[in-house]
């Protein structure tokens, strides 16, 4: 029995999301476990995550510990050994298991659960908090979540208040928090000095399908410009989750990194970042002040042309094109690279900082009910 005269003792908070294409759900989760950490240092933050890709943790020191992936379970054949109903059964048995041994005060999750860490928050009866970001149809999504909005004490939306808009029976457990952006490992002035221009190509996690047609798009684009703006350096960062390598073609000029630890500090030391517009990539830029142009790429959930159009009207910073030719996008990017330096960065928004405000209460008035 938790009691709130104890001397802080621990509590644990786990944070599960999506981790097969993108970097967003993550990156997000992470934001606001290194701000409750540091307004409640008696908090222990545990990631489960399915599958790869957990070196953004790492390069924050969180822990993690991994799941099977379902999509590797389900959708390959990588488990075709094994029956589905033995598959169902391991990964329950898993879930099951991790939440007996760190006795989460609540789960966090962002957009979705696991099928299996699900049905397991919903036996034990572990409440849950569910980060949500705009989407293209929010009903149709929370219709999938059915099972497991009955255990939803709060809903954090990364949004500014009527950014989107939720079903009735949501709205008095909705809050809006505010853009969630994870801040950069490294300090300011501690950004390298640079000897020429740099210009940064990155698709974020760049586990989406077609992501290296961007990449091969944006790379001879930059060869293009390279004809006139021959002294800029390139790197491109692929992003830890990008498989497609064999079809990833060399350009003349053009740097490849498989990932960057730091690259919220890499974009703020950049003359000009070319990207798609996923949510954490384009809130990043706005608050860092980097000329960017945003290649906007159709999304299932997601609607990457809207937003980029938005900021780009906003935000005399960043450009959106949406064409397909490498000459015409390298004429756009000599143009706003050559453009006057426009507007200043902006602070980093505090939604991290409101979202573990939101958690924080949510432990305080648990341990006050079980003293009681």
């Given at each position: 029995?938790?009691?709130?005269y104890?001397?802080e ?9 999506p981790?097969?294409?993108?970097l967003?759900?993550?990156?997000r989760l992470?934001?606001?476990a290194?701000a409750?950490?540091k307004?409640?240092p ?5 990631f489960?995550?399915?599958?790869g890709?957990?070196v ?5 020191r ?12 389900y959708?390959t054949?990588?488990w075709?050994?094994?029956n589905?109903?033995?598959?169902t059964?391991?990964?329950l ?5 991790l ?12 957009c979705?659960?696991?099928l ?6 919903l ?7 569910l980060?949500l ?10 219709s999938?979540?059915r099972?497991i909005?009955?255990?939803v ?5 990364p ?22 952006v ?5 300090g ?9 221009p740099?210009i940064?190509i990155s698709?974020?996690g ?5 992501t ?5 798009f ?17 790197r491109?960062?692929t992003?830890p ?27 703020a030391g950049?003359d000009?970042?070319?990207c798609?517009?996923?949510?954490n990539t ?5 608050c860092?002040g980097t000329k960017?142009i945003?290649v ?8 990457q042309?809207?937003r980029?159009?938005?900021?780009a009207?906003t935000?005399r910073?960043f450009?959106s094109y ?10 756009v ?8 330096v ?12 409101r ?5 924080a209460g949510?432990l305080?008035s648990?341990?006050?009910a079980?003293?009681?």
């Amino acid at each position: 029995m938790r009691s709130v005269y104890q001397s802080e003792p621990q509590e644990t908070v786990l944070f599960h999301g999506p981790n097969r294409i993108g970097l967003g759900h993550l990156n997000r989760l992470s934001a606001i476990a290194l701000a409750l950490k540091k307004k409640s240092p008696h908090v222990r933050p545990l990631f489960a995550v399915e599958g790869g890709a957990h070196v953004i943790l790492e390069a924050v020191r969180l822990p993690f510990v991994p799941l099977p992936s379902e999509y590797l379970m389900y959708e390959t054949g990588h488990w075709e050994d094994w029956n589905k109903g033995r598959r169902t059964s391991l990964a329950l048995d898993m879930c099951r298991s991790l939440l007996a041994a760190t006795d989460p005060a609540i789960v966090v999750i962002d957009c979705y659960p696991s099928l299996a860490l699900g049905t397991a928050i919903l036996e034990k009866g572990t409440p849950i908090v569910l980060c949500l970001r705009a989407m293209k149809d929010v009903e149709t999504h929370l219709s999938r979540l059915r099972r497991i909005l009955p255990a939803v004490e709060l809903i954090i939306l990364p949004h500014d208040p009527g950014a989107m808009t939720l079903p009735k029976e949501f709205e008095d457990k909705a809050c809006f928090v505010g853009q969630i952006v994870r801040p950069g490992l490294s300090g300011a002035g501690e950004l390298p000095a640079k000897k020429r221009p740099l210009i940064v190509i990155s698709g974020g996690g760049g586990g989406y399908p077609e992501t290296v047609d961007f990449y091969n798009f944006a790379a001879q684009a930059v060869s293009d410009l390279k004809t006139q703006y021959a002294d800029c350096e390139c790197r491109l960062i692929t992003g830890p989750l990008f498989e497609d390598w064999l079809a990833l073609r060399p350009a003349p000029g053009v740097s490849v990194i498989p990932y960057d630890p730091d690259v919220r500090n890499t974009f703020a030391g950049a003359d000009l970042v070319i990207c798609q517009a996923g949510y954490n990539t384009v809130a990043e830029l706005e608050c860092i002040g980097t000329k960017t142009i945003l290649v906007p790429a159709p999304r299932a959930l997601d609607d990457q042309f809207a937003r980029a159009r938005q900021v780009a009207l906003t935000n005399r910073r960043f450009r959106s094109y949406e064409g397909n030719s490498p000459a015409e996008l390298a004429r756009v990017a000599l143009s706003l690279l050559n453009a006057e330096v426009i507007g200043a960065p902006q602070e980093l928004p505090q939604g991290a900082e409101r979202a573990a405000e939101k958690l924080a209460g949510i432990l305080q008035s648990r341990s006050v009910a079980s003293f009681a």
